[in-house]
């Protein structure tokens, strides 16, 4: 399985950027895909989920704010992330569930592939 991360940048406090993530390997359709970031010396945290049925879950800090949806047919997870402040600053991560068809991943030991992150910048 490899995972393809894209769409970090330099945005402005209060813009917005999508991110994309392309997997292959195997069945898609049936893995949960999640979204992580990692900010400098901090641990990598959970930011949002699909899972295989296309329900959603995110961390409270970015309710309402990111979106996260999938599109089976291209094999590709996105992350769109509005509002964005400062402190959304971090590596993000894709990553795809080691079990199919689990609807509610959150923690990194729960996902077994992941793509090579790609770094969101936030200017106050």
């Known amino acids: 399985v490899q995972l393809q991360a894209s769409g970090g940048g330099l945005v402005q406090a209060g813009g917005s950027l999508r991110l994309s993530c392309v997997a292959s390997g195997r069945a898609f359709s049936r893995y949960a895909m999640g979204w992580f970031r990692q900010a400098p010396g901090e641990e990598r945290e959970f930011v949002a989920i699909i899972n295989w049925t296309g329900s959603t879950n995110y961390a409270d800090f970015v309710k309402g704010r990111f979106t996260i949806s999938r599109d089976n047919a291209k094999n590709t997870v996105y992350l769109q992330m509005n509002s964005l402040k400062p402190e959304d600053t971090a590596v993000y991560y894709c990553?795809?569930?080691?079990?199919?068809?689990?609807?509610?991943?959150?923690?990194?030991?729960?996902?077994?592939?992941w793509g090579q992150g790609t770094l969101v910048t936030v200017s106050s």
């Open positions: 990553a795809q569930d080691r079990e199919r068809l689990r609807v509610g991943a959150r923690k990194v030991y729960e996902y077994d592939y």
